[in-house]
């Protein structure tokens, strides 16, 4: 069976400081991989998505970036935090070249000082 | 660009109560439609999903969801709620083409006992 691992789970780090996100997923083929942002009353805002390896689709113009080093890997990053960048982060994958329904990971916590 | 509304950002029913949750999406193509629930402290899961064939269908737990393409509309529904159903409810959808996905708000369903 399929699962995906996030972490760290939660994290708090200083404004300036870099991040770095790790999403994984087990069981499956070439899925596609997503970021997404989550905020109260504001639902899920798509960062980026990934059909393959190296490919990697920016959604809103931010503090942040995307990598996907291997198949079934995807990394969010930063190089300086902002304050604004503290929120919930989820990672999905989906199967049947991205089309079918996602599955989600538990989730970042992510506070910035 | 695609977007996704949901009508209601919190509704409040009680037990026995019917439901029904409005969903409207915007996209030129074509889409695969998606409702998910985050019950509190749990992982977003899908709850019933279309793709093509009969508009009118069926998921987990008893709800059941109508695609009108004339509409864009893709509405959940339940007969009966139960205390159970308090969750935050999730209507998506997937572009078939490049598998690109967006996530309306979010409803807050409360129900009370």
């Known amino acids: 069976s399929q699962t995906i691992h996030q972490w760290p789970a939660t994290l708090v780090q200083p404004v300036g400081s870099p991040l770095s996100l790790e999403c994984t997923v087990e069981g499956t083929s070439n899925p596609n991989l997503y970021w997404y942002r989550q905020a109260a009353g504001r639902g899920l805002q798509l960062l980026f998505y990934s059909v393959g390896i190296g490919q990697i689709s920016s959604e809103v113009p931010q503090n942040l970036s995307a990598s996907r080093p291997q198949d079934r890997q995807f990394i969010l990053s930063s190089k300086k935090l902002l304050l604004s960048d503290s929120g919930f982060y989820l990672c999905?994958?989906?199967?049947?070249?991205?089309?079918?329904?996602?599955?989600f990971g538990p989730g970042t916590r992510l506070t910035v000082l | 660009a695609q977007s996704v509304s949901q009508h209601n950002h919190h509704v409040i029913l009680s037990e026995a109560a019917s439901l029904e949750l409005g969903c409207n999406y915007s996209y030129g193509g074509t889409v695969n439609l998606f409702w998910y629930v985050q019950y509190p402290g749990q992982h977003l899961q899908l709850l019933l999903k279309?793709?093509?064939?009969?508009?009118l269908v069926k998921g987990i737990k008893g709800f059941e969801a109508e695609f009108i393409k004339s509409k864009f509309s893709f509405n959940l529904r339940k007969p009966s709620v139960q205390w159970s159903d308090t969750a935050e409810y999730f209507c998506?959808?997937?572009?078939?083409?490049?598998?690109?996905?967006?996530f309306g708000d979010g409803t807050t369903l409360t129900v009370k006992p």
């Open positions: 279309y793709f093509s064939g009969d508009p």
């Open positions: 998506a959808v997937i572009t078939t083409n490049a598998g690109k996905s967006t």
């Open positions: 999905a994958w989906a199967g049947l070249a991205g089309v079918n329904e996602q599955f």
